[in-house]
């Protein structure tokens, strides 16, 4: 009985006719930076140079690290995501040259998301390119201004405090606090509070609804980090087969519920200046049959955007008793001068504070690269080297922010190297932890302000300590899109003497 083509002989020797052809197809582009002149990473067939990745024995960002490290004093390096070629980039100048001053080739990320498929992640600011995403960034850009941000701090603050109350009873009982479980719950409540204008109760309630569903907007499994390494590498890949990066199950959750809370502001006339408030307001003002309008996908994907988290400075500042210390006398001694009181105005003077936050975005990086597309041809200056357009171009912030031709001892972490005495002689373009040119991250300042607020709660009246658990090391989780500390990250809070 034959299987497939209606003879033996050729059942027989289709696997031998198949194999060669695969593997043909998965190396057929190996030769890219070769032709170019270029040097590489050599790759391996089918997933090219992140094998390591696939199998899970490390986080997507760190091929391209590696790739980094690899290119020692070249300005750049080939590598390949699967069959993909992509141009690491590694000086600073040229950095600067992509990501700012031709910016009209590089408007674009090498993740193309399908709409069709996936259209909460392709409506975002991350999914949108070119027209759509100019519109939706304009669009945005009033929700971050000063006035804005003075309403979020207010948001953000009555967070913290509840967070110190919950703190308070696990310092009373002398328990360990898992950092990643509570920052995670606290950034919950927070982004819930200022975007949608609703209390999440994930600091009480750890089983939450809005909690759970938040931590299963990614599926961060094994199928989760294959399908989330495609999205960012080779995104043709999930559109060839109709896969979509996050779960729909979640998405529907946020857009049902998104909707049934903007149908209620309307009909109960509700308005508190919260994102959904503005964002509901900029999508009605678009015009009747306009193509790009702002959906109701949009508004879900903004309403669940994360920003990090203070777990790993609280991390560094437990192993650091006298730096944590030092930072606590700032604290005080700025709250001081307000008269006690946590104010907007307050954190914004805690100048110290904010380099404590920086240096942790240096050696812990939320996103450990960057990623854009030639939108043409595209000649690297200085060289006689054209990359065709298409071709995806990385940047290592991990690789930037560890370089020790930039940072003096550079896995300390030294707050200090921030001062502007310190850093004044500090090339552009090698400290990137929120982006770089007119894709910098539009969050940023929220994200400062977010972190900053919970280690003013936290230093001004506990002490952190390492507990018996307390690894002294490390590593980010692989299966996590942003860096998010592996395996348990336990310490031990007191409340302060002075509190």
């Known amino acids: 009985m034959t299987l497939v083509t209606g003879s033996w002989l050729l059942d027989a020797a289709l696997p031998l006719l198949l194999v060669p052809l695969l593997y043909w197809y998965a190396t057929r582009n190996f030769d890219y930076w070769k032709k170019l002149g270029i040097p590489y990473m050599k790759p391996i067939p089918y997933v090219g140079n992140m094998g390591s990745v696939v199998i899970g024995r490390k986080h997507m960002g760190e091929p391209v690290f590696e790739c980094y490290r690899r ?3 070249a300005p750049f390096m080939g590598m390949f995501a699967f069959d993909k070629p992509i141009l690491l980039v590694k000086d600073p100048a040229l950095i600067g040259r992509i990501m700012t001053t031709d910016f009209s080739t590089f408007y674009a990320t090498n993740a193309k998301i399908d709409p069709v498929t996936d259209p909460v992640f392709a409506t975002s600011l991350f999914g949108q390119h070119g027209a759509g995403w100019r519109k939706l960034r304009t669009s945005l850009t009033p929700a971050f201004t000063s006035g804005k941000m003075k309403l979020m701090f207010h948001l953000l603050n009555e967070t913290g405090q509840k967070l110190g109350s919950h703190l308070e009873s696990a310092a009373s009982k002398g328990t360990e606090v898992e950092l ?5 719950r606290y950034t919950t409540d927070a982004v819930c509070s200022i975007f949608m204008g609703v209390d999440a109760n ?4 750890p089983k939450s609804p809005l909690r759970e569903h938040v931590r299963r ?4 499994t094994v199928v989760g980090r294959i399908i989330t390494t495609l999205a960012f590498f080779a995104p043709q890949i999930l ?3 109709r896969i979509r990066l996050g779960s729909k199950k979640v998405e ?5 519920n998104t909707v049934k809370l903007i149908e209620h502001r309307k009909e109960t006339g509700i308005v508190r200046n919260y994102i959904i408030d503005m964002l509901t307001k900029i999508k009605e003002e678009q015009p009747e049959g306009d193509n790009e309008q702002l959906t109701d996908v949009v508004l879900v994907c903004w309403l669940r955007q994360l920003v990090f988290d203070a777990a790993f400075t609280l991390f560094e500042l437990a192993w650091n008793q006298s730096l944590q210390e030092e930072v606590r006398q700032h604290v005080r001694h700025v709250l001081s001068k307000h008269g006690g009181h946590i104010t907007y105005e307050a954190v914004n003077e805690m100048t110290d504070l904010t380099n404590v936050v920086s240096e942790t975005q240096r050696k812990y990086p939320t996103v450990n690269f960057l990623n854009r597309e030639a939108s043409r041809d595209y000649r690297i200056e200085g060289t006689d080297i054209v990359l065709p357009k298409g071709t995806a171009v990385f940047v290592s912030v991990a690789g930037l922010h560890s370089d020790p031709k930039y940072w003096k001892e550079p896995l300390r972490f030294w707050p200090d190297r921030f001062r502007e005495e310190n850093s004044r002689d500090r090339p552009s373009h090698t400290f990137m932890p929120f982006g770089e040119g007119p894709r910098t991250c539009i969050g940023m ?3 400062y302000m977010q972190v900053k607020v919970v280690l003013v709660h936290i230093l001004n009246n506990f002490e952190v300590h390492p507990a ?3 690894p002294t090391t490390l590593r980010y989780h692989p299966s996590r899109l942003v860096g998010t500390p592996a395996g348990n990250l336990s310490v031990l809070f007191k409340k302060t003497s002075c509190s």
């Open 217 to 220: 907007i990614l599926r961060e």
């Open 71 to 73: 290119a020692g004093d």
């Open 180 to 184: 990643k479980d509570v920052m995670a």
């Open 468 to 470: 018996p658990s307390t």
């Open 239 to 241: 559109s060839a087969l």
């Open 202 to 205: 994930s600091l009480e309630n």
């Open 252 to 256: 529907d959750f946020f857009v049902q």
């Open 445 to 447: 300042r929220l994200a």
